[in-house]
Nanobody, 114 residues
Framework: VQLQASGGGLVQAGGSLRLSCAVS????????LGWYRQAPGNQREMVAL???????NCADSVRGRFTISRDNAKNTLYLQMNSLKPEDTAVYYC?????????WGQGTLVTVSS
């Protein structure tokens, strides 16, 4: 499986970005799809998850600002990020998970200026 993340860039604090993750093959077979991020000097952390039944989970730090969604017809995962803060600056990675698969995209850089 291949995951291709896109949509990162430079944005001012308070702005918005939408990340996309194109997945090769059908995404309906993955138990969970998710977005993670890693800031310089920090460990990778979970940002938001969505299950194959539509259940969602997200980090407290982004709740109310970020929304994860999926388009099964396009085999694409999204992350809508609003009210961005400088502390959201990181490389964002998409992930596809089953008990037998744990696949990662290459990452897309999001930089939020103050």
């Amino acid at each position: 499986v291949q995951l291709q993340a896109s949509g990162g860039g430079l944005v001012q604090a308070g702005g918005s970005l939408r990340l996309s993750c194109a997945v090769s093959g059908s995404i309906t077979g993955y138990n969970w799809l998710g977005w993670y991020r890693q800031a310089p000097g920090n460990q990778r952390e979970m940002v938001a998850l969505i299950s194959n039944t539509g259940s969602r989970n997200c980090a407290d730090s982004v709740r109310g600002r970020f929304t994860i969604s999926r388009d099964n017809a396009k085999n694409t995962l999204y992350l809508q990020m609003n009210s961005l803060k400088p502390e959201d600056t990181a490389v964002y990675y998409c992930n596809a998970w089953t008990p037998r698969t744990n696949a990662w995209g290459q990452g897309t850089l999001v930089t939020v200026s103050s």
